[in-house]
């Protein structure tokens, strides 16, 4: 590797962008190989925490607003914004530059495939985002987080490789755990989803539970990811059926209690089923109905068709129909352990590994799918 040159990582906007890229960037260093980040100012917060030798703030926008001046300030933004990356990538030099979809990825890798830089993106979806869709023929591989990528041509299509999403090390580590037995006669049920989308499971699920009996909830243990706002109805309600439940907006341990779980009840966002497969659970997954590309629909497909989960339209998704799924685990858990296996079997543990592979490889310093021992090789 050419000494003090880096992998440049374009990542921004919301977590499921910078979760992988994060892990990607673990795997990197762990090879010896820098990784510097290139990101957006909403994202800035979030960099002390991104193992990045360097974070650089490249002017970014969403043309995809209500009207035509909306678009066209945000275009004449993202135009500023890879001359920015430009002049950022002649002065660096980066071995390669990899894109982690959303519009923050989209002037750093303008500015690299017009500098004949090796260029990659990786769509964490198994529906390609707009971002991703506008920069798939300017780059030479797209690494994908599902075996399908759908709504894609074959142009497209010719450039993909199947890594598997990277996941946090606090996952692979929580994969570890056994599926819990039932000794106790306990149903062990998380409830995911802080953001504002999720606020439905803070509708439902409570209602859920006022329509089992008593004894029903007395064998529940329920743990639930809520808004600030949502946290005290949720309290107020299960306090009305004298039912302790756990409810936080963040757990920073939440692969772990993923893993504590019989049942994981939330949305389907990549990394959300990306890390229900890894660690092996099973999963009521309802995809966000108003995602322009129903790109969580396709993701929560996936799991379903390896019978890892069962996929509930919002508009199903009512206190009844939970209610009859939790009062059918209770009579009969043995389905959900056949779930958590069918999940594990999905899921790719090492997908950071095979990303930091496919990197290495563009940049030039793995030969063409190389991987086992030469994957652990450090390059310095």
């Given amino acids: 590797m050419t000494e003090g040159r880096a992998i440049l990582i374009a990542a921004g906007g919301t977590g499921g962008h910078l979760f992988p890229a994060q892990a990607l960037a673990s795997a990197l260093s762990a090879r010896g190989v820098p990784a510097e980040l290139a990101t957006d100012e909403r994202a800035l917060k979030y960099g002390g925490n991104f193992p990045a030798r360097a974070i650089h703030a490249i002017p970014s926008a969403t043309p995809t607003g209500a009207g035509m001046l909306t ?6 933004v993202l135009a500023g914004g890879t001359l920015v990356a430009r002049a950022l990538i002649k002065k660096t030099e980066p071995l390669a530059v990899i894109g982690f979809g959303g519009y923050p990825t989209v002037p750093p890798l303008l500015a690299a495939a017009w500098l004949g830089v090796p260029t990659l993106l990786h769509e964490q979806n198994a529906v390609m985002g707009r971002a991703n869709r506008f920069l798939a023929r300017r780059v030479s591989v797209i690494a994908t987080g599902f075996p399908t990528l759908k709504s894609v041509d074959d142009g497209i299509r010719g450039k993909t490789r199947y890594t598997g999403n990277p996941v946090r090390p606090a996952v692979v580590a929580a994969a570890a755990t056994p599926f819990p037995n039932f000794a106790d006669g306990r149903l062990r049920v998380l409830v995911t989803g802080g953001s504002q989308g999720a606020r439905v499971m803070a509708d439902i699920v409570p209602a859920a539970l006022a329509l089992l009996g008593d004894s029903e909830r007395q064998r529940l243990r329920l743990t639930q990811q809520a808004r600030g706002e949502d946290k005290l109805r949720v309290a107020r309600a299960c306090a009305q059926l004298n039912f302790p439940v756990e409810i936080a907006e963040f757990f920073a341990d939440l692969p772990d209690r993923i893993a504590s779980s019989h049942l994981v009840i939330g949305r389907a966002g990549a990394s959300t089923v990306s890390e229900l497969a890894v660690i092996g659970r099973p ?4 995809p966000f109905p108003h995602a322009l590309d129903q790109d969580q629909a396709a993701n929560a497909a996936t799991l379903a068709a390896a019978g890892a989960a069962e996929v509930v339209p919002q508009n199903e998704f009512t206190p009844e129909r939970l209610a009859a799924s939790l009062r ?3 009579a009969d858990p043995a389905p959900l352990a056949a779930a958590a296996a069918a999940a594990k079997a999905a899921g790719v543990p090492d997908a950071a590994e095979r990303l930091a592979d496919l990197v290495c490889e563009a940049a030039g310093f793995l030969r063409p799918g190389a ?9 310095s």
């Fill in 71 to 76: 678009k066209a300030r945000a275009a004449l």
């Fill in 328 to 330: 059918k685990a209770l």
């Fill in 283 to 286: 999963s009521i997954l309802v």
């Fill in 371 to 379: 991987a086992g021992e030469e994957r652990r090789t450090r390059f």
